[in-house]
């Protein structure tokens, strides 16, 4: 059974940067799931899709995040980063980090597991 667990410092002032790590167990990023995120909630607000990786490698970000985080990963280490940099108040989130595999389009069936979510705090 794949677990994971995230890590990072929890407070950071604006424009620092900061990395998160999601540390894989019970399988392995290139075979278990087909693409990996990260996804956070602010209080008081759904959550949302900050970054993902897939298998191949292809990388997606959320407009609010473009140009600023960073999604990558470390076979070898079996380990999937997020690198926030030019860090804003608003990104102050639980972030959490998922592992999804998508069974059948039509209907939608999919199987994900998520990490219990790491607190990131972004204030002066």
């Known amino acids: 059974q794949v677990q994971l667990q995230e890590s990072g410092p929890g407070l950071v002032k604006p424009s620092q940067t900061l990395s998160l790590t999601c540390t894989v167990s019970?399988?392995?990023?290139?075979?278990?799931?087909?693409?990996w995120s990260w996804i956070r909630q602010a209080l008081g607000k759904e959550r949302e899709l900050v970054a993902s990786?897939?298998?191949?490698?292809?990388?997606n970000y959320a407009d609010s995040v473009k140009g600023r985080f960073t999604i990558s990963r470390d076979n070898a280490k079996n380990t999937v980063y997020l690198q926030l940099s030019s860090l804003k108040s608003e990104d102050t989130a639980v972030y959490y980090c998922?592992?999804?595999?998508?069974?059948?389009?039509?209907?939608?069936?999919?199987?994900?597991?998520w990490g219990q979510g790491t607190l990131v705090t972004v204030s002066s």
């Open positions: 998922n592992a999804k595999d998508v069974l059948v389009l039509m209907p939608y069936t999919y199987v994900e597991v």
């Open positions: 019970g399988g392995s990023i290139t075979t278990s799931y087909s693409t």
């Open positions: 990786i897939t298998r191949s490698a292809r990388t």
